[in-house]
Nanobody, 124 residues
Framework: QVELVESGGGLVQAGGSLRLSCVASGRSISNYGMGWFYQVPGKEREFVAG????????YYSDSAKGRFTISRDNAKNTVYLQMNSLKPEDTPVYYC?????????????????WGQGTQVTVSS
């Protein structure tokens, strides 16, 4: 079983940048497809970005495309989400997630492993 811990959230002004990190323990992330989701209170988790096990294919939501970059460093067992040009609507809690196998998915139900989340607040 893999355990995930996110960090890097915080308060930033609109137009600024943040880099979220997700450190895994228990298993090597080289065996997992990885993803980032966000969640607004009272709503379901929504897909932000995904990365296949090899790192060769990435997926982004329409909102994240062109602004966010997902990457992985298997040697550090860490996945990153670089977020640029942040907007106030990018504000919710961000979660790192993993699924065994090659692929990464846009559906939160496909992921059995989740971190505790890190809060991002973008002020206007």
């Amino acid at each position: 079983q893999v355990e995930l811990v996110e960090s890097g959230g915080g308060l930033v002004q609109a137009g600024g940048s943040l880099r979220l990190s997700c450190v895994a323990s228990g298993r090597s992330i080289s065996n997992y497809g990885m993803g980032w989701f966000y969640q607004v209170p009272g709503k379901e988790r929504e897909f932000v970005a995904g990365l296949t096990r090899s790192g060769g294919t990435t997926y982004y939501s329409d909102s994240a495309k062109g602004r966010f970059t997902i990457s992985r460093d298997n040697a550090k067992n860490t996945v990153y989400l670089q977020m640029n040009s942040l907007k106030p609507e990018d504000t919710p809690v961000y979660y790192c997630t993993a699924v065994a196998g090659f692929e990464s998915y846009r559906d939160a139900k496909m992921y059995p492993y989740w971190g505790q989340g890190t809060q991002v607040t973008v002020s206007s």
